[in-house]
């Protein structure tokens, strides 16, 4: 059958269209190797701001015993400074999603830290080109849970997860995939 010119779809559904949701990208302490642990408000695939737009309240942590799997994952808090405020982790780049095309977000929550009290405030929100589309319960202290949500795409569209509270009351974020359903 002939195209007759009408566009064709490049959507290939269940291939992953966000590149390194598991993080893993940030494979490295770079000058501070050798150490256990590291973060940095960034990645290749990644950015970590606070909610006046700094680069202070998220970030990507190289230790896996925080990983939901690999070695490294995103967290939402107050990661360098102390400013209070809530922080937004999203990828560097829009995703390249096709106008009206529905899409799954799948992604694991948790609060991998030993103290019970320190998730009793932790939240996250994602957020689809701006807008809260889904926000998730407080997660329970050593514990990871899996969260699928369905959007629209306008093409170009902008994902990203907000959340956090204050060092301490985390929010960790691994695993995210972005598949055409």
Not at 53 to 72: L, R
């Amino acid at each position: 059958m002939a195209n007759l010119g009408r566009p064709t779809s490049n959507i290939v559904l269940g291939e992953n269209i966000l590149p390194d949701g598991g993080f893993e990208s940030f494979d490295t302490c770079g000058p501070r190797a050798g150490e256990d642990i590291c973060y940095y408000n960034s990645s290749p695939g990644w950015i970590g701001i606070d909610d006046a737009g700094a680069p202070a309240d998220s970030a990507i942590i190289f230790y896996s015993p925080y990983s939901h799997s690999g070695h490294t994952v995103g967290v939402i808090t107050v990661a360098y400074g102390s400013s209070g405020l809530s922080g937004t982790l999203k990828p560097v780049q829009p995703l390249n999603t096709v106008p009206g095309q529905k899409y799954q977000v799948s992604f694991f929550h948790g609060a991998p830290t030993e103290v019970p009290s320190n998730s009793s405030t932790a939240f996250a929100k994602l957020l689809w080109n701006g807008q809260v589309v889904f926000s998730t319960p407080y997660p329970v202290a050593n514990t990871w849970k899996q969260y699928q949500v369905n959007v629209t795409a306008v093409g170009q569209d902008l994902l990203a997860f907000h959340g956090g509270t204050s060092s301490g009351r985390a929010s960790y974020i691994d695993d995210v995939s972005v598949y055409a359903v």
